[in-house]
């Protein structure tokens, strides 16, 4: 059994024979490349690493591999999990945002670039491919980074597996899951349900998933694939931050005011989607995806009853129901220019959401925490239209470069449903598109050694979510946010330097003008406002190697330093209608660490069908707000694995324990930034574990 992290093209393995870098489509919109050759950081998480000895539930398991992602479980299904890509993303007050999600080729980031990674189904995962740095521009609008997780295909063998895992506040989660062949079609189809009592008081959960995979052959030529997925999470409790003060007397405890109004949240998603993969001769193909789901979420905030008053309040309960659509198409084709192989992709995507945005208030009477009265009612649509070409030639014997083009149109407009007295027609549309080119050399220097180089622009438009709220308290969509962008390059090298050990590393830089940062956030509702410039540079580095006699070792390290390149007026407490502090150049860009590593220590005895591991986490000093006034100390945490295999005719039993902050830490798993009541703390489990027992048979 192996436990294997393929780390910017490498991996770990359980034996001594050679290793071979995977192959990845994420930094080439679809077209196969050794992650070797490509001038980019790109990395692979297998399945095996996905799925040993870990829940199975969040990204954060084994995100915090890769290096420079930071993923934090925040111990808050109602808010899912926050994941940065060098930076990117780190303000995101729920959600993902500033990173492109993908699940089988089919969109898990909505067209304004909020995205969800609580349908990616880790249990029937092949892999996930995590791309940063300037490739990244190549997926258009909040491309800071790129996750996408792929559903492995079924057969040759019919295979049934049935999990269940137990652990430290009521955790539960158990899985079923049947792949296998039935003709020309393979299908891999995942079920499983999760339920947690929660770290924290007011932090019970629920979370249903399921994942469904067909891939149909018609001919060597021709191959269709079907997706559809789904999460359901009813009545997910919210315990909000905590300050300091609270943190440090009782870290377990919810702020007061979420049991008073029982701050909750409510999500049911479903989408489908239909993928062709077309060869029209032996060097020109097509593929085409299409999809379409439907979201909806309800969320009960803690907004204080006076604060609802005015005739311009929104409420404190959000309803929201979306309904979003897509197409991406592109044309792959493979010739020659000056006698030098030559692969261009041309396509083009387009995505909608139409989302329906009702506020109501969290009272009735002296009753809290129960939907009110009416106070908003809008339609907002997003529209995105992207077009795409990329290109990789390989100009010379020890030379290639890759090339490429997007242009992003996205367009918000918001239809106001609710007019009274006081509160006017706030309806209004806007605008955002740019051209992101993305430029890579490599230069192949040896077989066991690349050296490389790319620069690249991006872009950010705000998200829904961002322009829901006035920084005047106005009602209506904040329109005059503008959308960020951001110039990138890195230099990089991908090295064997003896057998089986891999060094890998690059130094990276971008520079931000108009980043969209928060401007003011107090229960649960946040308004943003562009700050001017910011620079984000550090080196990303990661080790793998194996020692013989089944110990193998990896480590990722990251040092980022993320910065305001210029000054800009902000709020500090609410309620707060004007910027009114000072946040000076220099000032660190807050729920962003300098440093973070991950080490791993494994040792497996195959005979016995035994792995074990120690685990090393190092997350360094978070800041919480822009005025860099409090932060989240450093911590170092130590996890310990363990699992078992035993093979039985047809059937493959397993076991593994493990046991996640070994030495009972206090500490904060994740900062909510700029929180106005200085409510900026959610703090982790100490000492906690985890015992699973599966069993597979194969027919």
Known sequence: MSTAVQVLGQTVPASTEPT???????????????????????????????????????????????????????????????ISSRGFGARSTFGVRGLRLYAD???????????????????????????????????????????????????PETVADLATTWGSNGV??????????????????????????????????????????????????????FVINSVNMPGVQDPLGLTRAEMLANPRQATPSASLFNTRKSVDQLQGGIVLDQRLSGEQSFHIAAYSGTRSAEQFQSIPVATQASATQPGGVIDLSSHYQGLDARWIGKSKLLGKPLTLTAGLSTDQMNQSRLGFQNFVGSVLGVQGALRRDELNTVDAFDQYVQGQWEVAERWSISAGLRHSQVSFDSQDRYMVAGNGDDSGSVKYQATTPALGVVFHASDALNLYASAGRGFETPTLNELAYRANGGTGLNFGLQSATSRQWEIGMKTEFMP?????????????????????????????????????????????GHWGKGWSTYLAATYLNATYGSSFMTCVAVPCTTPNTLIAAGNRIPGIPRASL???????????GLETALEWRHVGKMYVNDTNSDAAPHVD??????????????????EFVRVDNLTNRSYSGSVIVNEGSSRFFEPAPGRNFLVGLGATYTF
């Open 598 to 608: 991950y080490g791993e220590l494994a040792w497996q005895y195959q005979a016995w």
């Open 500 to 544: 089986n050990w891999h060094l890998n590393a690059a130094y990276f830089r971008a520079n931000t003008a108009n980043e969209i940062v928060v401007l003011s956030n107090s229960g649960g509702r946040s308004t943003y406002q562009n700050s001017g410039n910011t620079l984000r540079d550090g080196i990303e580095a990661a080790l793998s």
């Open 105 to 155: 080729g089919i969109p898990a980031s909505f067209p304004d670039g909020q995205g969800q990674v609580s349908n990616f189904d880790l249990a029937s995962a092949a892999r996930i491919e995590v791309l940063r740095g300037p490739f990244s521009a190549f997926y258009g609008n909040s491309s800071g980074g790129v996750i996408s997780v792929f559903t492995a295909d079924g057969g």
């Open 637 to 654: 945490l130590l996890n310990l694995r363990a699992s078992l295999l035993q093979k039985f005719g047809h059937w493959a039993i397993r």
């Open 172 to 225: 539960q989660r158990t899985g079923v899951k049947l792949s296998g062949t039935q003709g020309a079609a393979q299908y891999n189809i995942s079920a499983a349900k999760f339920g947690t009592d929660g770290y924290r008081d007011h932090s019970a959960a629920t979370r249903e998933n399921f994942n469904g995979k067909v891939k149909y052959t018609v001919s060597d030529d021709t191959h269709w694939t």
């Open 20 to 82: 071979l870098s995977p192959i990845v489509t994420i930094a080439t919109h679809g077209v196969e490349q050794s992650a070797f050759d490509t001038p980019a950081s790109v990395d692979v998480i297998d399945a095996s690493t996905l799925q040993n000895a870990e829940l199975q539930v969040n990204l954060s398991e084994t995100l915090d591999r890769v290096p420079g992602i930071m993923a934090n479980n925040r111990q808050n299904y109602a808010q899912d999990i926050q």
